[in-house]
């Protein structure tokens, strides 16, 4: 079964500063990746996603990703967050071909001082 | 609008209870699904559903019970709940005919049983 490892738990960053966020996955296959992100008080909802085509993936609000099939990862990436980003990201990939039910990461908690 | 509808948004409970987590979609979705979410973990996927009266369990074992009698709607029952059952439920919905399954999701269940 795939998994999904988010390797930053918990990012604190002040306004202005670059963000990076790390997602591997352990599948072989042709997967899809997603981004998703929660912020306080309002449903999850979708960021950005990879299903083909060019690998760097531009999201809502300035986010992107970019998909190494080689380092099975989709690092989520915003140059400039603002205290508006403040929020949990989750990563998560299914399997084309399969169920395409997800598998979830464990979620990174940011918070953008302003 | 189309969305996804959860009620109650929170709940508090006895133990022993029994509770009935509503979940209605007008996104007009065949498939259905109910997440567990703990903080600082990966969201759980506990039952889901391709239709009418098509209902499987995730990969969480779940003392809950689901149902598919309309396609809008995917309520999720508790017969006896328990302390160890306090979480957030998430209910999410996709298009069978989406290519790569994005989810959509409610604004979630925050259960806590006493």
């Known amino acids: 079964a795939q998994s999904v490892s988010q390797h930053n738990h918990h990012v604190i960053l002040s306004e202005a500063a670059s963000l990076e966020l790390g997602c591997n996955y352990s599948y072989g296959g042709t997967v899809n990746l997603f981004w998703y992100v929660q912020y306080p008080g309002q449903h999850l909802q979708l960021l950005l996603k990879?299903?083909?085509?060019?690998?760097l993936v531009k999201g809502i609000k300035g986010f992107e990703a970019e998909f190494i099939k080689s380092k099975f990862s989709f690092n989520l990436r915003k140059p400039s967050v603002q205290w508006s980003d403040t929020a949990e990201y989750f990563c998560?990939?299914?399997?084309?071909?399969?169920?395409?039910?997800?598998?979830f990461g464990r979620g990174t908690s940011l918070i953008v001082h302003p | 609008e189309a969305d996804i509808y959860q009620t109650p948004r929170y709940l508090v409970i006895g133990t022993g209870k029994k509770i009935t987590l509503e979940c209605s979609q007008t996104?007009?979705?065949?498939?259905m699904y109910w997440y567990q979410q703990d903080p600082g973990m990966e969201l759980h996927l506990i039952h889901y559903s391709y239709g009418v009266n098509s209902t499987e369990k995730g990969d969480l074992s779940s003392e809950s019970t689901v149902s598919r009698i309309r396609t809008e709607h995917f309520p999720l029952t508790l017969e006896s709940a328990r302390p160890s059952h306090t979480s957030q439920y998430l209910c999410?919905?996709?298009?069978?005919?989406?290519?790569?399954?994005?989810?959509?999701f409610g604004p979630g269940t925050r259960l806590t049983v006493l």
């Open positions: 998560a990939v299914n399997v084309r071909g399969g169920s395409y039910i997800p598998t």
């Open positions: 990879y299903f083909s085509g060019d690998p």
């Open positions: 996104m007009g979705h065949d498939k």
């Open positions: 999410a919905s996709s298009d069978r005919q989406s290519p790569d399954n994005e989810q959509f």
